[in-house]
């Protein structure tokens, strides 16, 4: 099926211009103005009317089959549906365990991004948890990775009550498992990193990174925005070459222990020289977010959403006053790097995957396309039967 899109206005995230975009199957194969195109196919046209045309949001950290528990089973969470990604203009997603790794399984997480896949979406996870040793389907990490197609790292935590209180020497074991499962499998192998309210936020990692041969570029380290201490250190560790993931779904105006907005992070990070390809965020979609007291006790908890993708895009560009390329970059080229998905994902380009998000403005996209099919389309774009056979 080819499907062209005319009079896009092209953020690749680089800004193009006025340019229509042909599809083909699930490829961009074309990007140039006015362009005339024959084919001896099945063949639709849209005319976008100069809307502002972007990369498909990618995010990283979503717990696909649910998290939470921390306040027992009646706290678990539920699994994600496929129209709330794509509402939110997500069409890249990779799926994580959380501190539950006792009702919640690798084979589950796997099962449901081969499903979300099914469902038009492209899909990953990493193997493991909270938990160490880590849970896995195979039996070991570096073989998750290297046979499961949908496995491109690991997912552990540190810094945090609910984590297993790892070593350094066992974190840099099963970092490096990951790595080299993610050499032998072509993938990137990368290990996000929980970082919870303890006072020891980067220290294991960089333990890591100066005892041992592991790259910083490893890892990814998220939460950075749960406290302004651990912000603060992450700045540090981007200046020193290393990935920071924040949160899009941490409500910094209802938490009392200095959380700070993603976008206003993001913006302060920039301003203090913090290389902008170091930075993504994320939402944490359908994990649980828990608030403790200083025992540890949970006293309340709510359930990410995914709204907050797009919002803090927006908040990026309407009150932060970035450029829309440079807020693009946390959603787009810059997790794709990081995931190892940088060949075919996070651009507007010839030759990579058809994942496409159209706006009326910068904060809720109207129309999204997943791998070359409309999942999305707005309602006068439909009314008009652009879409109809």
């Known amino acids: 099926m080819f499907l062209l899109l005319k009079n896009a206005n092209v953020f690749a995230p680089t800004p193009l211009g006025i340019n229509d975009i042909l599809i083909c199957d699930e490829k961009i194969v074309a990007i140039a103005p006015d362009l005339v195109v024959s084919v001896p196919a099945e063949f639709k046209t849209v005319d976008l009317g100069g809307k502002m045309t972007v990369p498909g949001f990618i995010d990283g950290h979503v717990h696909l089959i649910g998290g939470g528990g921390e306040g027992g089973f009646a706290t678990r969470t539920p699994e994600v549906a496929v129209g709330k990604l794509i509402e939110a203009g997500i069409t890249s997603v990779c799926g994580l365990l959380g501190t539950d790794a006792a009702t919640r399984h690798i084979a589950s997480l796997y099962a449901k991004t081969k499903a979300l896949r099914t469902e038009g979406i492209s899909a990953w996870f990493f193997t493991g948890g909270y938990r160490v040793p880590s849970p896995t389907l195979t039996g070991n990490i570096g073989d998750d990775v290297t046979f499961l197609d949908a496995c491109i790292g690991l997912k552990t935590a540190i810094s945090d009550h609910r984590s297993s209180q790892s070593t350094v020497e066992e974190l840099a074991r099963i970092a490096s498992q990951s790595r080299i499962g993610g050499i032998t499998s072509g993938k990137a192998g990368s290990v996000v990193v929980h970082l919870g309210d303890g006072d020891g936020h980067f220290d294991p990692l960089i333990a890591v990174i100066e005892q041992t041969e592991i790259p910083i570029g490893q890892f990814i380290p998220t939460h950075v925005n749960r ?163």
Request: negative net charge; contains cysteine.
């Open 227 to 389: 406290k302004r201490a651990l912000l603060d250190a992450a700045k540090l560790w981007a200046k020193r070459g290393g990935n920071i993931d924040f949160t899009t779904g941490i409500d910094a105006e209802a938490d009392p222990k200095g959380a700070t907005k993603t976008s206003t992070s993001i913006a302060e990070c920039l301003a203090d020289g913090v290389p902008l390809d170091r930075i993504s965020m994320t939402s944490d979609g359908n994990g649980s977010l828990p608030d403790f007291d200083t025992d540890g006790n949970m006293i309340g908890l709510s359930v990410a959403g995914f709204e907050t993708v797009p919002r803090e895009f927006a908040d990026l560009v309407e009150v932060e006053k970035l450029d829309i390329p440079t807020a693009l970059a946390p959603i787009t080229i810059n997790p794709a790097r990081m995931l190892g998905l940088a060949a075919h994902k996070g651009q507007l380009k010839v030759g990579y995957d058809a994942d496409i998000l159209v706006f009326d403005d910068a904060s809720t996209p109207d129309s999204v396309i997943a791998r070359g099919k409309p999942a999305m389309i707005a309602k006068e774009r439909l009314l008009r039967g652009t879409f109809e056979d």
